[in-house]
């Protein structure tokens, strides 16, 4: 979960001391860049290549949240400045939702196994990740409130405990699953 700490550290830097303090903080100069530019800079800081599975998922959802973080914020046609309103708050939110959505994707690998082995229909896989989705971000919100998840390491055991138990429960669901 090292890079749900680093987008942590990286949009705290940027609330804290702008545009500048984001290039510090990721050691990268982001002037004159396009928001195309910016975004995948910060993914290629944040997140592993992908080389396994987890690190996949890992760079896939810091991909699909910055993603959705510029859409927001106006980046594309604003800039960095965009992201002037952006306050701690928001922060915490963003790391919720990319634990939820790094889990989620995991999980969705999962099921493209199950898939492709033919241990379910793809209708049932459909179903299942439409309510896989929504368990999880309720977990995800449940375990971590956004106040509270500015407080977290997720590269300490409480933070890797958090995605695990949401995991694993999660994964139970998916193996108990009946069409």
Not at 7 to 36: H, K, M, N, W, Y
């Amino acid at each position: 979960m090292r890079t749900a700490q680093f987008l942590a550290g990286a949009l705290t830097a940027f609330v804290q001391g702008g545009e500048p303090a984001l290039s510090q903080f990721i050691g990268r100069d982001f002037v004159g860049r396009s928001a195309d530019e910016v975004l995948a800079a910060l993914v290629d800081e944040l997140a592993p290549s992908g080389a396994q599975n987890e690190d996949a998922a890992a760079r896939d959802a810091a991909c699909m949240v910055l993603e959705d973080l510029f859409v927001r914020y106006s980046v594309g046609t604003a800039g960095l400045a965009g992201l002037a309103t952006l306050d701690m708050a928001e922060v915490g939110k963003v790391v919720v939702q990319y634990v939820a959505t790094y889990i989620f994707t995991r999980l969705m690998q999962v099921l493209a196994i199950r898939l492709e082995r033919n241990d379910l229909t793809p209708a049932a896989a459909c179903r299942m990740e439409r309510d896989i989705r929504g368990y999880v971000i309720d977990r995800v919100e449940q375990e971590v409130t956004p106040p509270q998840v500015n407080n977290i390491s997720f590269t300490a055991d409480e933070g890797k405990r958090i995605v695990e138990r949401v995991f694993n429960d999660a994964y139970s669901i998916i193996e108990v699953w009946e069409e």
